[in-house]
Structures are given as C-alpha cells and as structure tokens.
C-alpha cells in the first residue's frame, strides 16, 4: 500500500509560478512511474506529466509542454511539478498517482492507482 500527499498548490496570478510536491510513504517505487494530472469542474481528469521512478524519462500533455516540469527526489521520495507561465486555464485540482503495475508508462488516469487528495490551483486573470 502507498499513500501520496500533495502540497503547493495555491492562488496566483496568470504569468505567476507554483511548485507542486507529491510525497510518497508506504512501499518502494523502483520501476514505477508516477504521474500528474488535473480536474477542472465539470470536466474529466486528464493527465499533465509523467515520469519514470529509475531513469527519469519525461512526457508532458501538449497544453502545458515548456511551462510544466517533472522532478522527483528518490532520497526524499517526492515527486515536483514546476509550473510556470500559468494562465487561467491551467485552474484545477491537482493529483499525483502511481502506475498500477512497474515498467507500465500509460498516460491514462485508469492506470494510476494510490491518488493522492489533490492540492487547488487557482490562477487568476
């Protein structure tokens, strides 16, 4: 069993910039991707970025592609997401998850288990 905690997110101005945390407890991650994605009210969750828990391999959704990046600290077990640049559309609740089964590298949010509560991201006009 994993648990994942976000943090970081926030209210702030379109142009402004916010680091999200994602911090895993519970059991190893080798070999497991963990992923971010976002749900804005009434629409589906879709996913923003990944990346592999070993080599550090990187995909972003095409909306936040040179704004957002993914990081993880394995010491620290955390997961970031920079985001820069952010405009109006980028507000959404905010969730990290893990890959259900180790190597999977799927974008979908069906095959992320383990999320976490999600942290608000508000940007402003």
């Known amino acids: 069993q994993v648990q994942l905690v976000e943090s970081g997110g926030g209210l702030v101005q379109a142009g402004g910039s916010l680091r999200l945390s994602c911090a895993a407890s519970?059991?190893?991650?080798?070999?497991?991707?963990m992923g971010w994605f976002r749900q804005a009210p009434g629409k589906e969750r879709e996913f923003v970025a990944i990346?592999?828990?070993?080599?550090?391999?990187?995909t972003y959704a095409e909306p936040v592609k040179g704004r957002f990046t993914i990081s993880r600290d394995n010491a620290k077990r955390t997961v970031y997401l920079q985001m820069n640049s952010l405009n109006p559309e980028d507000t959404a609740v905010y969730y990290c998850a893990v890959a259900r089964r180790p190597l999977d590298y799927s974008l979908h949010p069906a095959d992320f288990t383990s999320w976490g509560q999600g942290t608000q991201v508000t940007v402003s006009s």
């Open positions: 990346i592999t828990w070993g080599a550090g391999s990187t």
């Open positions: 519970g059991r190893t991650f080798s070999n497991y991707a």
